[in-house]
């Protein structure tokens, strides 16, 4: 039988703890601990098999373990189980991460620990070995992630019924038609009131020009022709000459 399965960094920051007897947390804690000083200690060149701690059970468990990059898969069985099927188990858990995950790295077991659970739910359950083969367990993955996908496109997705059974109100487009209404005239609203900003703008533009054009002439000379300029004829003085002609 297996008593516990963890998952830690070479550092030894947990990643994955499944126990499959009941332990306090501190006593949890102190387990995780102690099974990473017994194991982080061992070279690379002995094998992978050794007794549990006395936290776990002692000489009466043995601890399990393969150690891949950064990670450490660390299965606690008893001795009705076989050290090599556990390795081979092991290898199967790994293999069925890299496929769900796609190379699969430390970030991907502290972003999608709920992934990793259910699939070590494929493998495990209450101490038992339920499946070992990947591809089975990878169908029943994809199916179970297709029944999610599934409800939450049923689900009302809007901020109104977040809370609310979402069979409770008419479906469409994955939001009930309550929440439709207002999200249409929410959009609707938002709409009229860009449209009121830009012709708003627009207006002051236009208008902006007015002050210049009516107090502009009394700064000019009485002629802005090419022959009245101060700079004699042939210069054309006034960028204005187009605005205000020439009354000389």
């Known amino acids: 039988m297996i008593r516990a399965i963890l998952i830690f960094n070479n550092h030894g920051k947990p990643r994955l703890s499944k126990f499959y007897e009941h332990y306090t947390e501190d006593t949890e804690q102190q387990i995780i601990r102690e099974t990473f000083h017994l194991v982080s200690k061992r070279d690379e060149n002995v094998c992978n098999f ?16 393969r150690h891949y990059a950064t990670l450490y898969f660390v299965f606690c069985v ?10 081979d188990l092991i290898q199967v858990f790994v293999e069925t991460l890299d496929k769900c ?5 430390e970030l991907d077991l502290i972003f999608h620990v709920d992934k990793v659970h259910n699939i070590l739910a494929e ?44 069979s409770c109100c008419m479906q469409y487009a994955g939001m009930c038609v309550c929440c ?6 929410s959009l609707s609203l938002s709409f009229s009131l860009s449209l009121c900003m830009c012709a708003l703008l627009l207006g002051i533009l236009l208008l902006l020009p007015l002050p210049l054009l009516l107090f502009l002439p009394s700064f000019l000379p009485s002629c802005c022709c090419c022959c009245c300029s101060p700079h004699g004829p042939g210069h054309y003085t006034s960028t204005y000459f187009f605005l205000f002609p020439p009354h000389c």
């Open 50 to 65: 050794l007794e549990g701690g006395m936290l776990i059970g002692g000489s009466d468990y043995k601890l399990i373990y």
């Open 101 to 105: 995950f796609e190379n699969v790295c």
């Open 78 to 87: 008893d001795s009705s189980e076989s050290e090599l099927g556990i390795l």
């Open 123 to 166: 493998m495990v359950m209450g101490g038992m070995v339920l499946e070992t083969n990947m591809n089975e367990i990878i169908m029943q993955v994809d199916a179970q992630n297709k029944m999610e996908k599934s409800e939450v496109s049923r689900a009302c997705v809007c901020f109104l019924c977040v809370g609310l059974d979402w």
């Open 180 to 185: 439709t209404l207002h999200a249409t005239l």
